[in-house]
């Protein structure tokens, strides 16, 4: 039974930094792909970043690059969303995912079939 565990979320100023944290139990996690996705009141849920088992690839959305940083720690089985300049337009319930196989990865939600319970963040002005 796969379960993702997020925390961290909280309200913060424009500008501040939050760090999300995953805490995976799946097996072998050190060989899953590993995503955050996020989805603000009225939107559909969208791509925040991945990165692949090793940790050696990352991908992210277009609005937060520059300013998120994903990485992982196969040791502790868990993931982290470093965010840092935050703006009110990345408030959303963010949420932590992973695939059903080993070695794969994707930016689709289609690509993910175990999500986490969601932590809200929210940017004041």
């Known amino acids: 039974q796969v379960q993702l565990v997020e925390s961290g979320g909280g309200l913060v100023q424009a500008g501040g930094s939050l760090r999300l944290s995953c805490a995976a139990s799946?097996?072998?996690?050190?060989?899953?792909?590993m995503g955050w996705f996020r989805q603000a009141p009225g939107k559909e849920r969208e791509f925040v970043a991945n990165?692949?088992?090793?940790?050696?690839?990352?991908d992210y959305a277009d609005s937060v690059k520059d300013r998120f940083t994903i990485s992982r720690d196969n040791a502790k089985n868990t993931v982290y969303l470093q965010m840092n300049s935050l703006k009110p337009e990345d408030t959303a319930v963010y949420y932590c995912?992973?695939?059903?196989?080993?070695?794969?990865?994707?930016?689709?939600?289609?690509?993910?079939?175990?999500w986490g319970q969601g932590t809200q963040v929210t940017v004041s002005s």
């Open positions: 995912a992973a695939p059903d196989r080993r070695y794969t990865i994707g930016k689709r939600g289609s690509d993910y079939a175990h």
């Open positions: 990165i692949a088992w090793s940790g050696g690839s990352t």
């Open positions: 799946i097996r072998a996690f050190s060989t899953y792909g």
